[in-house]
Every structure is written in structure tokens, then in C-alpha cells.
DNA sequence: ACCACTGTACTGCTGTGATGCTACAGTTGT
DNA sequence: ACAACTGTAGCATCACAGCAGTACAGTGGT
């Protein structure tokens, strides 16, 4: 598995690990019904503690994005609505890439971009929220 | 001020503040030379310990953003570079607002938008930081 | 000189991320 | 049946971040 962890980014691991899966799954890297590395495996792979894999794995089953079978291992589950996503994802993968690209070539600084991101989807969940 | 605080992204309150005061800087809400509210009128504005307040303002500080003059207050130092940013950064700003439209039409969640920043700025740093 | 304002510094509490360890329980292949 | 793998669960521990409260120190107007 292709995994890596960041420490100086301040995310916990188990959240990253979770965005990565995420993102494997929606992205098509990872299928439905494809199983994951073991807990112990993974969490050797990535030095981190069994635990802390689990925790990765426990919350993405909350979900419902993996099925966890104890005894067998952990599986990818993707839903009714995900299916047909993965083409919408990887076109808005690169939109976003592009556009990214684009505001680097003006001089805008990487935390800068993030910055608008963050600000821009805050307006949207406050909105949202009232 | 205009600041507002979300206790249910996650994020610390310190960072929260820093980056709308950053943003308010860029976008030219805040102009150079200008002072920002006190520590303690600002805390109660937002319902947080002035300790917090101060926090952000002096890694704004470290920053070069902010210079804090005790006894007297906050004030905003703009760099000569960050001047004729601020068209920029609205500019990019729009763009940014309408690819997030665009891709909510299309049917993507706030949060996998999220995701897709996320990850696509992640390789950014990663390919800058080796 | 004084007072009301500014930022500064310190101390302590609390929640949480991460780890190590241990023991348990279901599954699969031999 | 057994062995070797899977995930589950519960602890204790450590470190650190975020935050609050409180007392201190410089500045400026009167």
C-alpha cells in the first residue's frame, strides 16, 4: 500500500490515514470489495502503533466505508452513490490541480491558495449551517 | 470586527483568527497601518480567553504582519511585497469561489472538495519539501 | 502623578493523540 | 483439531496543545 504519513503537517495520523482511503477509494485506486492491508501490517509498514490503525479503520467502518470482518480482514465497501462518482472526482481532481497550477503562476504562495480554500468553504458551511 | 469563530471544524480558535486576519489583510479589508481591536475587547467579542487572542496576534507578530506595541495596541505592517497582491488575491479568490460552485453542481460534498484541495496541495509541499 | 488603557508572562487544568501491552474472539487453510 | 492469521477491547501512560485566569509591565492622555 502506498500510505505515507506527515508528521510536521499537526493532523493526527488516523485522520490522515482516513483522508488517504478516502481518497483511494473515490479516486478508483482502491474498488469495492478490495481488502485492506492488515492492522498490524499497516501500522508496521507506517511505524505507528496497531492501535492507532484501528482507530483509522473503526471510524471509516462508522461511515460505512469499509466493512471490518473480524477474523478476515478489512474491506472496501462503496456505495449505490459512489459508483460513477470516481469519473467526477478524478475530473474535479484535476480542475483543482489546474486551478491550483494557475493561481502558482500568478505568485500566489501555496498557503496562501489554502487560505482561500479554507475561507471559501467556510462561507458555504456557514451558510449551510444556519 | 468581523471575525467569527467555528468550534466545530476542528481547527484551534488561535489559527481560526489568524487566518481571517491574514485574509482581511490580502483582500484589502485591512489596509497597512491599521489597528486592530484590543486583546481583551476582541476575547470578549468571541468568547475566548484573552489569552487567545494574544497568541494569534503574536505569531502574526512573528509573522511580520502584525507589530505589537504594548501599551498602545496592534497594528498591521504590510510588506512592500504584499502590496498589488491584493488584486491578486481577489481575483484568485473568485476564481476560487466559482470552482467550488462549479463542483458542488456537479453533485461533489463540501467535504470531498475539501479532500481534493487537500490532497492536491499535499503533493505540492511534498514535492517542495524533498 | 495618576489612571485607564495597551500588550506580556506565568501557572494550572483539561482533552486528546499516540503508544505499549495484554488478552480475547472470529475465520480460514491445513 | 489445530495453527496462524484476522479484528476487538481494555487498560495505563506519556506528551502536548488549547485554553482560562490572574497578576505584571509599558504607554499615553488628563
Do not use: C
Amino acid at each position: 500500500m502506498f500510505f505515507k504519513l506527515n508528521t510536521s503537517i499537526g493532523q493526527p495520523f488516523y485522520v490522515q490515514l482516513m483522508q488517504q482511503i478516502r481518497h483511494a477509494a473515490e479516486s478508483g485506486a482502491l474498488q469495492d470489495g478490495d481488502q485492506l492491508p492488515g492492522i498490524r501490517t499497516l501500522a508496521e509498514e507506517l511505524v505507528v502503533s496497531p492501535n492507532t490503525v484501528a482507530r483509522a479503520y473503526s471510524e471509516l467502518e462508522h461511515e460505512g466505508l469499509l466493512e471490518l470482518r473480524q477474523g478476515s480482514g478489512a474491506f472496501l465497501t462503496i456505495k449505490r452513490r459512489a459508483r460513477g462518482l470516481t469519473e467526477r472526482v478524478q475530473a474535479a481532481s484535476r480542475k483543482v490541480e489546474d486551478l491550483i497550477e494557475e493561481l502558482h503562476q500568478e505568485g500566489l504562495q501555496d498557503n496562501e491558495i489554502w487560505r482561500l480554500f479554507e475561507t471559501a468553504l467556510f462561507h458555504r458551511a456557514e451558510i449551510g449551517a444556519e
